[in-house]
């Protein structure tokens, strides 16, 4: 079942009178005839003519209301074993002409053609049949032609037909039509047109789904094109990308992005868009590893090297600045896949490119999608981006002690940072600086200790740092062990039944400590 709720009872029929479409004539043909009894005798008593074939001919005489064969208005029987019923001028000529366009109404007038107002249209049911049978024939004589066509066809002119192809919005177009008097608007209109077309596009799915079964393509995309990687994850692996990096990005120099690449990039683009003064994130397997916001780019770029330089050896850089000559300079001398920016200066440029194979995009616009997509099992999952960044009016202070100006800052930044690592996650901030950070980790408090170590290696003194963590703490042993490393200040979502034990950790170490109310987990 394809969910879908276009506000249909919002909408004033005063506001759009201009474009209303009194419905005098309708056409229906379907498989399922759940409720169908419903409509029809609605039109009946809004004095609609009623076109038909076959089974729906039947099933709506047997209601007392008079139909008109389908048959009767083409002058032709329906054909082949009932693969051809419809498909004919006199119905199509209907459904598409134009009320508008004088040529269209002239030759509807010509060819005695009824202006089809409503179309009632289902699909034969292809996936139920797969699952029953495997008898090919069977199959393939489940493959719609003609409902897919009529379909399509008053879908496309939804300004004046009202397309519906859904056994469950039967009872919803009747109370709609006897409060609008028989008409439809077209917001209306356009809105059941894209339900349409959403169902003729998972019809079509289906139908590949089922010849493309021995290749066992897991997923379908319409997005064109579709790019051949060099390989996947692993080079054992095939790699495609399905969507248009052209409409994001200007490739300047190096060699093509490989799977590996896109998600880094992916996870680049997405981090470094949550920070407005200038900032530049290093990532290493989707995870960030460096991370600085500064008064200009070449700061930004020393200071998130500084927090691991290690670990950005080969990562993927993003910047939120257009890069200059000194930062080029500093970048130039480390080893690394692909730099993101929104420009270049020309020298910079030419510095940059100095390397072969290194991958300098330009990045055009930003990502405006809300939903994210996962293969998961024999399906997909699918979600709402994690957009959620907290201000600082946002967080409820818990403890006796708060935390400074720049405290918050900085718990701010360290939370944002939180949002794009993987969970298990801790980061550690100093100073709009990520010094430690602990990530992927299947303990909150292995990940505690990894962000701490971190630090400690490249010489970072935790005292007056900040702790992030992207879920609740159950229990104070989090608090304890970054109080003892110097952390004073904590942002965390809270919501465990034991937050009083970490809130009263705290008060008796003077260690403030904030709640957000947002879980970030990132698996």
């Known amino acids: 079942m394809i969910t879908f709720a276009p506000p249909y009872f919002t909408l ?60 009767d ?23 598409l002409a134009r009320r508008a ?56 002119n939804f300004n004046d037909t009202l397309i519906v192809c859904d056994k469950s919005d039967f009872s919803e177009v009747s109370v709609l039509l006897n409060q609008q008097q ?4 077209l917001e209306q209109r356009k809105a059941y047109a894209g339900k349409a077309f959403h169902t003729t596009s998972h019809y079509d799915g ?26 996947g994850e692993n080079p054992h692996q095939n790699g495609i990308f399905y969507g248009d990096l052209n409409a994001l990005f ?42 600085a916001c500064r008064n200009n780019i070449s700061e930004a770029y020393k200071d998130a090297l500084a927090g691991d330089p290690v670990s950005a050896f080969g990562g993927i850089i993003a910047a939120n600045r257009t890069i200059d000559v000194a930062t080029a300079k500093e970048v130039d001398k480390l080893f690394m896949e692909v730099l993101i920016a929104p420009g270049y200066e020309p020298e910079a440029l030419a510095i940059l490119q100095s390397k072969k194979n290194r991958i300098l995009l330009i990045q055009k616009e930003q990502l405006t999608s809300t939903q994210q997509f996962r293969s998961l099992l024999n399906g997909v999952v699918a979600q709402d981006k994690d957009i959620v960044k907290i201000s600082p009016e946002q967080i409820n202070l818990t403890t006796r002690k708060s935390a400074s100006n720049q405290q918050i800052h900085d718990l701010i930044f360290a939370d944002i940072i939180a949002k794009h690592t993987k969970s298990n996650t801790i980061v550690l901030a100093k100073n709009q600086q990520l010094i430690g950070i602990g990530c992927g980790q ?40 970054a109080g003892n490393a110097g952390v004073n200040a904590v942002i965390q979502p809270g919501g465990s039944v034991k937050d009083e034990l970490s809130i009263q950790y705290c008060n008796e170490h003077e260690i403030a400590m904030y709640f957000t109310g947002i879980r970030h987990f990132k698996h």
């Open 101 to 156: 366009n004088e040529t269209d109404r002239q030759e509807v007038a010509e060819y005695a053609i009824p202006f089809l107002d409503l179309v009632v249209v289902d699909l034969y049911p292809f996936e139920e049949t797969v699952k029953q049978t495997s008898d090919e024939t069977s199959i393939i004589e489940k493959i719609d032609i003609g409902g897919v066509s009529l379909i399509r066809a008053a879908a496309k």
């Open 250 to 291: 200007t490739q300047v120099h190096g060699k093509e992005l490989s799977y590996n690449n896109l998600l880094d990039v992916d996870a680049a683009v997405h981090i470094i868009a949550d920070f407005s003064e200038p900032t530049v994130a290093i990532i290493k397997h989707n995870n960030p590893c460096g991370l």
């Open 206 to 231: 289906l139908i590949f789904s089922y010849f493309d079964k021995d290749k066992n393509t897991a997923f379908k995309s319409s997005v064109t094109p579709a790019k051949t990687l060099r390989y």
């Open 182 to 185: 028989g008409s439809t608007y």
């Open 442 to 481: 299947t303990s909150r408090v292995d990940a505690l200790k990894n962000a701490i170590a971190k630090a400690n290696e490249f010489g970072f003194d935790l005292t007056g740092a900040v702790m992030a963590s992207d879920a609740f703490f159950p229990f104070p042993d989090c608090v304890e062990i």
């Open 73 to 95: 208005l083409t002058g032709y029987p329906s054909i082949l074993g009932g693969r051809v019923k419809t498909l004919h001028p006199k119905v199509f000529g209907g459904i």
């Open 12 to 71: 004033l029929k005063q506001q759009f009178m201009q474009d209303a479409r009194l419905i005098k004539n309708a056409l229906i043909s379907v498989f399922y005839k759940d409720g169908l009894d419903v409509l029809a005798k609605t039109l009946h008593d809004l004095g609609v003519n009623i076109y038909s074939t076959g089974g729906t001919q039947e099933f709506i005489e047997k209601l007392g209301i008079p139909v008109i064969r389908v048959e």
